[in-house]
């Protein structure tokens, strides 16, 4: 699969928050979120293994027990079934890939 950088196909995902599934394969899925300033992502878990990189922006992270505050550059995995969470301090953008693939980010 192959994308081509777009404006269109974001989602509302939270107050503050959209996001867009980028590609996504058998076992992986990438998805784009662009987080507003001031947006709650609330503490949640599911079983897909997430793997993030911060490109521009400052978060809050909360994975389990652990706080990060993240900048652009700064990059997290959260285990499947982990319990995790974020505050968003500035406009931010954010790219994780999933795995196994999440079915509720699939392209309708």
Known sequence: ???KQSESGYRPALEGIERKTLVHGDKTLMTEF???KGAVLPRHAHPHEQTGYLVKG???LRIGADEYDAQAGD???VPG???HEADILEDSVAIEVFSPVRDDYLPA
Do not use: K, P, T, Y
């Open 1 to 3: 699969m192959f994308a």
């Open 34 to 36: 662009r987080l507003r």
């Open 58 to 60: 400052r978060i809050r």
């Open 75 to 77: 990059s997290w995995c």
């Open 81 to 83: 079934g982990a319990e």
